[in-house]
């Protein structure tokens, strides 16, 4: 059987990274499958244990990091962890299924050192920093404090987008899903 392949992407939070990947679920184009992390940080309201992330401890966290369980892992926000389980993407890659990753810039760059030309790195990019906290205020689920780290945070992810294969920008978001839609068929079908 083929092996699946795997699909990083990368976003600073409030690009539209979440509305553009289930989109892309939605249409059934591709067989893809979602690879769920696993993170210290609590469950928001709605989040399902297992669906959205595995919810650990930290020291449940630790453990796995002492097991070299995760292909990679990072402090995403202080003291907040974030990390790719080794077991649920080899898993789906094994049984030919195409496995997205929704992870964070330093997570998305180290998949690919791991996976090689196995994986394919989009980035997605706000029009603007303006733009980004506009819409981050709009969400209306952060606090203002919650909103500056978000801002800073994108700033220093924006940093890293030139090291991705591609780079969406979401001016127009039906522009965008269509893109990254043809960026997964060049990828998966090549
Ligand atoms: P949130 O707390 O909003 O769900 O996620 C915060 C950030 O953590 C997002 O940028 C998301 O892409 C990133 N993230 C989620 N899972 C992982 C992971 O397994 N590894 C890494 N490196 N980042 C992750």
Known sequence: MTKG???VVSAPSGCGKSTIINSIFDSKRFDLHFSVSATNRPPRAGEVDGEDY???STEEFQR???EDQF?????VYPERYYGTLRAEVDRQIEQGHNVV??????GALNVKRFYGSDSCCIFI???????LRHRLENRGTETDDSIATRIDRA???LSFAEKFDHIVVNDDLNVAIT????LFANFIEK
């Open 5 to 7: 392949k795997v699909i």
């Open 54 to 56: 595995h919810f650990l």
């Open 64 to 66: 796995l990091v002492a």
């Open 71 to 75: 292909i990679e892992w990072e402090e």
């Open 101 to 106: 990753l929704d992870i964070d810039v330093k």
């Open 125 to 131: 990019q706000p029009p603007s920093i303006d733009e």
């Open 155 to 157: 700033q220093y992810e």
């Open 179 to 182: 893109q990254v839609a043809e």
